[in-house]
T-cell receptor, first 111, second 115 residues
Framework: SQQGEEDPQALSIQEGENATMNCSYKTSINNLQWYRQNSGRGLVHLILIRSNEREKHSGRLRVTLDTSKKSSSLLITASRAADTASYFCATDMDSNYQLIWGAGTKLIIKP | GAGVSQSPSNKVTEKGKDVELRCDPISGHTALYWYRQSLGQGLEFLIYFQGNSAPDKSGLPSDRFSAERTGGSVSTLTIQRTQQEDSAVYLC?????????????FGPGTRLTVT
């Protein structure tokens, strides 16, 4: 079953603009992770946010988590061509080792 | 240090043949995962290893799929009597422990094409 669902499915923006992607999930979680996948570097972990955290930053990335709405957002500021990739959220379910993945948001940064 | 490696990177096989995919996890990672990803889709969980044991095989699509892990390290995923619907990228990941509190490190994947 699909726990995380990303929105939008695809996003195309100009280089330098900000990109926002959303993830919704269905059950309670301990942690939510965001990953990036591109042809050059494969699938790479970006950031992990715990259920008791509301916001987290890493470089140009900002992740928020709203457990009451069961949703998370990933903001990439000052986008670059190298940010072109698919972005996935992955959630664990309470007391579970397994990560459940969404279908991803395909982000295209136009030069 | 070395990341997760997988071999082969590409495999083309005829329908009905058996294939074996290999994963070398990061040294010291006790948890190992196999996923399948079809074109433009998310990741489909196949199996999880904690050490050499596989407490969850629920994601394996059929009894043609099997996996083992030896010495708490290398893992092989075997697909018997391959079918065209088995065509996908098979990804292996390892993690420090088997909880969602730790990031998973992914290999480059094996692209399997069944003709």
């Amino acid at each position: 079953s699909q726990q995380g669902e990303e929105d939008p499915q695809a996003l195309s923006i100009q280089e330098g603009e900000n990109a926002t992607m959303n993830c919704s999930y269905k059950t309670s979680i301990n942690n939510l992770q965001w990953y990036r996948q591109n042809s050059g570097r494969g699938l790479v972990h970006l950031i992990l946010i715990r259920s008791n955290e509301r916001e987290k930053h890493s470089g140009r990335l900002r992740v928020t988590l709203d457990t009451s709405k069961k949703s998370s957002s990933l903001l990439i500021t000052a986008s670059r061509a190298a940010d072109t990739a698919s972005y996935f959220c992955a959630t664990d379910m309470d007391s579970n080792y397994q990560l459940i993945w969404g279908a991803g948001t395909k982000l295209i940064i136009k030069p | 240090g070395a990341g997760v490696s997988q071999s082969p990177s590409n495999k083309v096989t005829e329908k009905g043949k058996d294939v074996e995919l290999r994963c070398d996890p990061i040294s010291g990672h006790t948890a190992l995962y196999w996923y399948r990803q079809s074109l433009g889709q998310g990741l489909e969980f196949l199996i999880y290893f904690q050490g050499n044991s596989a407490p969850d095989k629920s994601g394996l699509p059929s009894d043609r799929f099997s996996a083992e892990r030896t010495g708490g390290s290398v893992s092989t995923l075997t697909i018997q009597r391959t079918q065209q619907e088995d065509s996908a990228v098979y990804l292996c990941a390892s993690s420090f422990t088997g909880t969602g509190s730790y990031e998973q490190y992914f290999g480059p994947g094996t692209r399997l094409t069944v003709t």
